[in-house]
């Protein structure tokens, strides 16, 4: 049986007809296609698919269900640059820093520091360091990642 869930993605206002039984990273990548946000475990243990959920980094892939989606507003890694195009200064520090590699876990360890930097732009090296260990990179990229996570705070604080 279909549903009607009502969500705000990226400030944009939509009623998707799913089965109620499709997580919201489903929900956004193949009912909205937005495909930044990756799955890679599926039980929210590797970070990949982290959005911004009512102000809060989640692992999409693990919000299910009607009860959990009506109504919520997410921010993806496609919301986060400037309507003109400018990136955002965390996704700048990125590139910068040489931290893509791949690019398969950027986008969530990315939603991941935003939502650290917005609640707290000076976090410590420690808080920094446990939203990092929130995500796992294939490519063993850390060092650049850790680069530019700095980098990044630094900007932010400008």
Known sequence: MAEI???????ITYKITCTGKESLLEILREHLGLTGAKEGCGYGVCGSCTVIVNGEAVTS???????????IEVLT??????KNGELHPIQKSFLEA??????FCTPGIIMRLYDLFTKNPNAPEEEIREALSK????????EAI???ALLAQ?????
């Open 146 to 148: 850790w680069e530019a």
């Open 61 to 71: 892939c693990t919000l299910r269900g009607k009860d959990k989606l009506e109504g």
């Open 5 to 11: 869930i009502n969500m705000t993605v990226n400030g």
């Open 135 to 142: 995500h796992l990179c294939r490519c063993t990229g850390y």
């Open 98 to 103: 040489g931290a893509v590699q791949c690019g």
């Open 154 to 158: 630094k900007r932010i604080n400008q």
């Open 77 to 82: 890694i496609e919301g986060l640059a400037e």
